[in-house]
């Protein structure tokens, strides 16, 4: 569920006595083929893991340095042991043995000096320098291992630029950094590697990978895909809709796109090819509704903690704020899919019809009440990793009184703890990652220079501001998973939006949204790459029509930075907030129309995109004008739309 690797998929016939045709595919748990005593020591720590973030769940944590320094060392350990397990090569298998000591020795230095480094009375040694340089340089291979080379590179270079930054031209340039000053703050310190990000994560995201873990399980996720078949059989787009309603329930959960995609594509993307529309489009259609999932309240690919976190907003206010925007965004795919129905020759009968036996209502039930749960918990005052534990118990003791054969079944229990046990580990390894470059910006300001490169280069205009940063934002966030991706970005871009006057639950949501967009945009769209293949389409081509697909979602972040009262929860009163959201929603109608403008109505692009722009970019009166003409032209379009069908 939260895996960032490109899993393997497959499909298996479906459990005795479930109802329909459907098959089950076994979704990317990170299966060890070697040795099994490096298998039984993965299951193990996984089990170690598991354990400790039900206990910090529970009862709060117990000690910040041993608790974010050891689950880096375990995780470390279980991502190096699966590799192991996977590697043929005698290089490799070298390779990671380095890793695992350098890993070791360099968590042994920290504990040894842990006592003097909280009291702040320590300095370091040559020993500590070397000991520190070899944990950098391991979290950052455990990184490439566990989410490829981009987020490794980008790790890489900014620890390389942090020790010879003195030497770099024009406003790159930093004062110096010494190495006992560069390893205090990176390893041997809260302010690098096991910084906020790694205290979030181990804290209270890991609880919530137990949760998705928990839910496959449970098969809870195949009973939503059948669900949103069921709901959208008898649309013309039918499993294109249903391929947007599932990611989306899909993804509230789910923290990475490309497994977003797997997860779900694999039974999707067939069914909306046999409907009759092109695979390039099949594979587009569950990309853009794949990546949509990270911006879904109430989880929100755990990217929700985080900035609640960041911004000391409470974590009620930011899914609030989130709601409409994430409505708005698959309410824009659903209009653009439709259009683009309209003007194909598409299969015209019905799927065939989805029954649902007692078992799969009350899966889908077990859902709704742990989500609930989950926010009623947190409503009451509760942290979010306690009303996380309480959402796994719910669906636990829900879960295994409908299906009590799952606790004596070995082999689920073993990928349960395999999947949520891995899973976990390299998250905190690409956390780790992220630490490095949170200390290096933090340490050179450059993140700072940057922000007033970009306001001085825009001179104070707010659209050119937000043109610039956007690009940016994209850009930055290619190759990453939503996490990184968003924590990166926003401490590089974020000043320069709050220098301009934006609020910061805004700044925060406008930088996610293209952090998450970035997982669709060519060149490098992991969540299109991945949804290309298994559609038999050219991954480029499908990242293209992806983009296509979700235009107004890369539209949606300047509606709330113009429109500043669509994100409820942040103090602007109901009035504004309806104005605001009817707006948008006609501004996102027309965008995703123009997209996909009717045969013979291809004026309707420039014509619905100028509208956009006046519901948008302008005041309440020019808004309020461009409102009325939008729904004249909807009207009048709906009335030609009728009359050619009643002449057919």
């Not at 996977?86 to 360099?106: G, K, M, P």
């Not at 077990?366 to 118990?393: D, E, K, N, W």
């Not at 070995?410 to 390299?426: C, E, H, M, P, V």
Request: charged content about 10%; some cysteine; aromatic content about 10%.
């Amino acid at each position: 569920m939260f895996n960032t690797f490109v899993p393997r998929a497959k499909r298996l016939e479906g459990r005795p006595g479930s109802a329909g045709t459907m098959r089950k595919r076994e979704v990317a748990v990170p299966y060890l083929n070697g040795s099994a005593l490096a298998d039984r020591a993965v299951l193990l720590l996984s089990l170690a893991v598991i354990g400790a973030v039900l206990h910090v769940s529970v009862f709060g944590v117990f000690s910040d340095s041993y608790l974010r320094v050891g689950m880096l060392l375990i995780g470390g350990l279980m991502v190096i042991l699966s590799g192991f397990g996977q590697s043929d090569s005698l290089w490799d298998r070298a390779l990671l043995a380095f890793t695992a000591i350098a890993l070791s020795l360099s968590v042994y230095q920290y504990f040894g000096a842990a006592e003097e480094i909280e009291t702040g009375l320590y300095f370091l040694t040559s020993t500590d320098i070397f000991m520190g340089l070899l944990g950098l340089i391991a979290v950052i291979e455990l990184t490439r291992r566990s989410v490829g080379l981009v987020m490794a590179l980008v790790a890489g270079s900014v620890l390389v630029y942090g020790a010879f930054g003195h030497l770099a031209p024009g406003f790159l340039r930093h004062a110096g950094i010494s190495s006992e000053e560069l390893m205090t703050v990176l390893w041997f310190s809260f302010d690098g590697v096991f910084g906020r990000p790694m205290a979030t994560v181990v804290s209270t995201i890991l609880i919530f990978i137990v949760f998705g873990a928990l839910l496959e399980l449970l098969a809870i996720d195949l009973v939503l895909v059948r669900l949103a078949l069921a709901a959208t059989g008898r649309l013309r787009s039918g499993p294109a809709a249903a391929a947007t309603v599932a990611s989306g329930l899909f993804g509230t959960i789910s923290g990475s796109a490309v497994a977003n995609v797997v997860g779900t594509g694999v039974i999707t993307i067939p069914l909306i090819k046999k409907r009759g529309f092109s695979p390039r489009f099949a594979g587009a259609v569950e990309a853009a509704a794949s990546s949509g999932g990270q911006i879904t309240p109430p989880i929100m690919g755990a990217v929700a903690f985080i900035m609640a976190d960041v911004t000391n907003v409470p974590y009620l206010t930011i899914c609030a704020a989130a709601v409409v925007p994430a409505l708005l965004y698959y309410g824009g795919l659903f209009v653009a899919i439709s259009s683009a129905a309209r003007n194909m020759d598409l299969t015209v009968e019905t799927l065939p019809k989805v029954d649902f036996n007692w078992r799969e209502l009350v899966q889908v039930a077990i859902f709704v009440v742990a989500l609930a749960g989950i926010v009623v918990t947190m409503v009451r005052g509760a942290s979010p990793a306690y009303a996380g534990f309480v959402g796994v118990s719910l669906a636990a003791v829900m879960g295994f009184a409908i299906r009590p054969d799952l606790l004596t079944n070995g082999q689920a229990w073993l990928k349960f703890i395999r999947s949520a046990g891995l899973i976990s580990a390299q998250l905190v390894a690409i956390v780790g990652a992220v630490g490095i470059v949170i200390g290096v910006l933090n340490l050179t300001g450059v993140g700072l220079r940057f922000a007033s490169l970009l306001s001085s280069l825009a001179e104070d205009q707010l659209i050119l501001s937000l043109c610039l940063m956007a690009a940016a934002c994209l850009l930055l966030g290619m190759g990453m998973p939503t996490v990184p991706a968003y924590l990166i970005i926003v401490l590089v871009m974020g000043p320069s939006l709050q220098k301009l006057g934006v609020p910061i639950v805004h700044t925060h949501m406008f930088v996610l949204y293209f952090g998450v967009l970035s997982a669709i945009t060519p060149p490098v769209a992991l969540a299109a790459f991945a949804a290309g293949p298994i559609a038999g389409a050219a991954p480029m081509a499908t990242a293209l029509e992806a983009s296509r697909l979700a235009l107004p979602g890369f539209v949606i972040p300047f509606a709330f930075i113009y429109k500043p009262a669509l994100l409820l929860g942040t103090g602007f009163p109901v009035g504004q907030s309806a104005q605001a959201i009817l707006f948008v929603l006609l501004a996102t109608i027309l965008i995703s129309r123009a997209c996909y403008p009717r045969r013979g109505r291809g004026y309707m692009t420039p014509v619905g995109l100028t509208l956009a722009a006046g519901l948008i970019f302008f005041g309440p009166f020019v808004s309020w004008i461009a409102a009325a003409a939008a729904l004249g032209l909807m009207f009048f379009d709906r009335l030609e739309l009728t009359a050619k069908n009643q002449i057919s």
